[in-house]
């Protein structure tokens, strides 16, 4: 699994990011980004894509680009999740190093604990539609979702919430995972319909 590192070469630590709509926008952008890069899409969907998850995000209702970008592609239902899944493999490949694809991240168990004591982390994974996966206490902690770059990007919200409050460096991990089982996730971990 890919580590993600959060700390800057001078050895400062990052502060907690407050600004949800902040880092909302700038995941939104960087997967704009990758998705062009990676030649996934072109920009006439993604463009599409990125004004669609900000109208969701405007009205604060979770959505995730990549699901937004295949329905605009005019992608079928019964073929979401293999398009999304070339979608997630294509971003992850413009990372370094590239988040691996976790199969069984639906057989875990929902971190309640880490979710009740990190409410804010609850609150952007659910905005992100990135749950966490584990939470050995606070020393070691995954998470995953069909975006990569949302993956990578509440992994560093984590890591900096979590150096705030304790002053301890997590070791973090960042997956993707399929679509069906990412659904899934996501509805027993954010309450999704």
């Given at each position: 699994m890919?580590?993600?590192?959060?700390?800057?070469s001078?050895?400062?630590?990052l502060p907690?990011?407050?600004?949800h709509e902040?880092?909302?926008?700038g995941?939104?952008?960087?997967?704009?980004e990758?998705?062009?890069?990676?030649g996934?899409?072109n920009?006439t969907d993604i463009?599409n894509?990125?004004t669609?998850?900000?109208?969701a995000?405007a009205?604060a209702?979770?959505?995730?680009?990549?699901?937004?970008?295949?329905r605009v592609?005019?992608?079928d239902?019964?073929?979401?999740?293999s398009?999304?899944?070339?979608?997630s493999?294509s971003?992850?490949?413009?990372?370094s190093p590239p988040?691996p694809s976790?199969?069984f991240?639906?057989r875990?168990?929902?971190?309640?604990?880490?979710?009740?004591s990190?409410?804010?982390?609850h609150?952007?994974?659910?905005?992100?539609?990135?749950p966490?996966?584990?939470a050995?206490d606070?020393?070691?902690?995954?998470?995953?979702s069909?975006?990569p770059?949302?993956?990578?990007t509440?992994s560093?919200?984590?890591y900096?919430?979590?150096?705030k409050?304790?002053d301890?460096?997590p070791?973090?991990?960042?997956s993707?995972?399929?679509?069906?089982?990412?659904a899934?996730?996501?509805r027993?971990h954010?309450?999704?319909?």
């Open positions: 890919s580590t993600d590192s959060q700390q800057p001078d050895g400062a630590i907690a990011v407050e600004n902040a880092v909302l926008d995941c939104y952008v960087r997967t704009a990758a998705l062009s890069i990676s996934a899409a920009d463009m894509a990125l669609k998850v900000r109208e995000q009205s209702e979770p959505a995730d680009m990549l699901e937004i970008l295949a592609m005019g992608t239902e019964e073929r979401l999740g398009v999304i899944g070339k979608l493999h971003i992850a490949s413009t990372m988040a976790i199969p991240a639906s875990l168990i929902a971190p309640s604990a880490f979710y009740e990190f409410d804010s982390v609150v952007l994974g659910k905005l992100l539609l990135t966490v996966l584990y050995e606070t020393d070691a902690i995954g998470v995953g069909i975006n770059i949302a993956a990578a509440l560093r919200e984590i900096k919430a979590v150096v409050r304790f301890i460096r070791f973090m991990t960042v993707t995972m399929e679509y069906e089982s990412w899934f996730l996501c027993k954010f309450e999704l319909p």
